[in-house]
């Protein structure tokens, strides 16, 4: 089973490469070096979450048409192949932005399209045969190893990148980006090899999909739900809402080049592995609801350091807000991702994990579009591209206080208790399915 697990997270791990240089590198340079408006940069960042609403139709069509004999298999081929042109083609977007303005929108949209569609493609595939693959048993194992594998990869990734792109020009940048979409073709093949058997049967697999209205039906009629997916879709989006920001921050305020920059990933990485590390033993200590707490309040304290840092001129403070940052984000990962599971009731697993799922892409859509538009509208309005910023992060920290006090509310006791007593609804809307 370890070799079957591994294997999972080679392929995780090959997915996640290539979202290292669209969110890191490249919103730099199209944002710092290329003058491109943050508005633009973060409407193309935000496709994969767009089009995130059809991961329940791909799980459920690859359910019920299994292709030579594998259900999974060649959609995740598919997605993988998407993400790697997407990542090998967006640095010909950026630059092609810079010169001709329409063709630039017209391939952005086709490059970063691709990517997010071969995300949503390669993940759900992935994450359901993890599912079937491990069963109940193993399941929390394998969603561990994978993870860890995955914010390891980021953290590589990100290394390797910025020794990639130094001393940076255009075309060391194309290079780079060619190398890494290489390296997780490569990896997600390895991951693929042997790994799920033909099905000589023609049944089609049970499906446990929901449209987005039976998700929402469930959720409005369980008041400890409701809190929580909007506890969720905040906490998300304001953590989440810096990833396009960042590093072109780090440039405005400090001067930093782009291999420095793009070296904030793997300080932020680490930080967030480290957390991921202690927060079981933290958690038996102090209880799921109490590290989510802390893993908010540090993240909170990470985006007011950060915000100051530019007026205070100091780079100390920038980097020590970027740990606190990493270290609330491992923490309030892991914390919550357990409250998720105890926000589930027998019967209706699928259906609330999907609501889960359905806060975790609106977050980051809101959180992507939220950045990007305040920066530039700020920015134009105070002339300033440090107000800008400045701005974003402290609505992400204001963000975070609400989670914060929204979180104090929650309680799986009385969720459970609600989904007792509304049983034959929660029945009727997963009959609906």
Not at 177 to 186: H, N
Not at 200 to 205: E, F, G, K, L
Request: glycine share 10%; aromatic share 10%; net charge positive.
């Amino acid at each position: 089973m370890l070799l079957k697990q591994i294997q999972l997270g080679l392929i995780h791990v090959a997915v996640a490469m290539t979202l290292v240089p669209i969110n890191s590198t490249l919103n730099r340079v199209m944002i710092k070096e290329l003058a491109l408006s943050a508005t633009l940069v973060s409407v193309l960042a935000a496709l994969p979450y767009l089009f995130s609403p059809i991961q329940m139709a791909i799980g459920s069509f690859s359910d019920r048409h299994p292709l030579w004999g594998l259900r999974r298999t060649p959609y995740i081929v598919l997605g993988l192949l998407l993400c790697v042109l997407g990542v090998v083609f967006s640095p010909m977007t950026a630059f092609t932005l810079a010169d001709n303005w329409l063709a630039g929108v017209a391939l952005g949209l086709l490059t970063f399209g691709a990517w997010g569609m071969g995300f949503n493609f390669a993940s759900v595939s992935y994450l359901s045969l993890a599912s079937e693959l491990s069963g109940e048993r193993w399941r929390g194992r394998t969603i561990a190893i994978m993870w860890f594998m995955m914010i390891s990869s980021i953290i590589v990734t990100a290394i390797t990148l910025s020794h990639l792109v130094d001393p940076y020009t255009p075309q060391a940048m194309t290079r780079a980006f060619q190398i890494i979409g290489m390296a997780a073709l490569v990896l997600g093949s390895l991951g693929l090899i042997g790994l799920e058997k033909r099905s000589t049967s023609d049944q089609a697999a049970a499906a446990d999909a929901h449209s987005w209205g039976d998700l929402f039906r469930a959720i409005l009629k369980n008041r400890q739900a409701t809190v929580f997916f909007w506890y969720l879709i905040i906490l998300l989006a304001a953590i989440m809402g810096q990833d396009i920001l960042l590093e072109p921050y780090a440039a405005e305020a400090f001067g930093l080049s782009v291999r420095d920059t793009t070296r904030i990933t793997s300080i932020w990485g680490s930080c967030v592995l480290a957390a991921i590390l202690v927060a079981g033993f933290m958690e038996n200590r102090l209880g799921k609801r109490r590290v989510a707490f802390i893993g908010g309040l540090g993240a909170l304290i990470g985006f007011i350091l950060i915000a100051g840092s530019g007026g205070l001129e100091s780079i100390q403070v920038f980097y020590s807000g970027v740990v606190l940052l990493g270290l609330g984000t491992g923490l309030a990962t892991v914390s919550n991702l357990s409250l998720m599971l105890d926000m589930t009731m027998p019967g209706n697993v699928g259906l609330f994990i999907g609501a889960w799922g359905m806060a975790n892409a609106l977050s980051r859509l809101i959180g992507t579009l939220l950045g990007g538009v305040v920066r530039d509208v700020i920015t134009q309005f105070a002339q300033n591209p440090i107000s800008g910023y400045v701005v974003v992060f402290a609505i992400e920290a204001g963000m975070l206080l609400l989670s914060l006090w929204m979180l104090q509310r929650i309680n799986v006791s009385a969720f459970r208790q609600q989904s007792r007593l509304s049983v034959v609804e929660r029945a009727a809307i997963s009959s609906e399915g």
